[in-house]
């Protein structure tokens, strides 16, 4: 596998060698995800708010057949994120206010997709307007030991796990890297959004596993950007005290890395002496973030995994859990089992 690959696609674990192998997505009930909003519907405005269950389709796919029935643009439908094709997703969308009342389209289904509710909203939904995810998944012909699975996540739900961007970032095999050198003027906004997330997430990924492999993913360090747990807020370590290794431990506050942009990165010391590195050794895209106008943004390095459950079935293991926004189910798994899985779009 190339370098740029390698990083972006089979970053090193923070916990061990995965305990065993196992299959994902046999059937796409076994990857269960649903949103949640974080915030109630206005029951009044221009917009409906609409929550959907989707069965192998993808997220875009349901947009577009959701403008159909309303008689709008597939621009004008919201949603806050794209969720994976091969799965079972409740996701909340928005279309116009048409013809067509609440109660018509909480009775609107077809075979890929059912209107689960229905109600008046003030705008339209936002992409990144959810507080995370909840996730049931189950990982089929694995022969992982009960004894050594439950020690494997009680640490992951003590320590969390690196917050690496999944593969499905990076598009099948890696193919959004493979256009990195395209002229991004030639491309749909879609595509060109793909490749941009993808340069990004291959950047970040890079700095993530050099402080993976010194350890450092879990502490702050002076000259850090320290971020708080499950917000987008961060702020500048200066110095490190008792408090702030107190609050690091317990996943109060976790460092961050950087989401490339113009400019230099805004943290100091060791961290930004890494990430220059980091950036230096992907310079095409680094460069290609920077003439696209974006701007250095931050990312939590950990990810912390809430209400972390697991059980046994006859020929499968079911793990449940809930993570914030922008984070990926299958860097949780990855910490656990070597998977056979075919990723398609990406969780947010």
Known sequence: MEPCL????????AHGAPLGSG???AEPEDFLVEEQLGFEAAGAGQHVLLKVRKRNANTQWIARELAR???????????????????????WFTVPQSRLSPNDWASMESGEYQVLEAHRHSRKLPRGALAGNRFVIRIRDTAVDDAALASRLAI????????????QRFGRGGSNLKRLSQDMRTLKPDERGFILSAARSLVFNAVLAERVGDGSWERIEPGDLANLDGRASHFRVEAVDETLEERCARL?????????????PPSGGRALELEQRVAADFSAACELLARAGMEQERRSLRLTVHDLKWRRESEAIVVEFRLSRGAYATTVLGEVFALDADYEESST
């Open 6 to 13: 390698d990083a972006a696609l089979d970053p090193p674990r």
């Open 23 to 25: 299959t994902l997505r």
């Open 69 to 91: 029935a309303c008689g709008c643009r597939p621009g004008d439908v919201g949603y806050a994120g794209l969720k994976d094709r091969r799965a079972v997703a409740i996701q």
């Open 156 to 167: 992951i739900e003590r320590r969390g796990v690196p917050n690496y961007f999944g593969p």
């Open 252 to 264: 109060d506050i976790h460092p961050t890395g950087p989401l490339w942009g113009r400019g230099s």
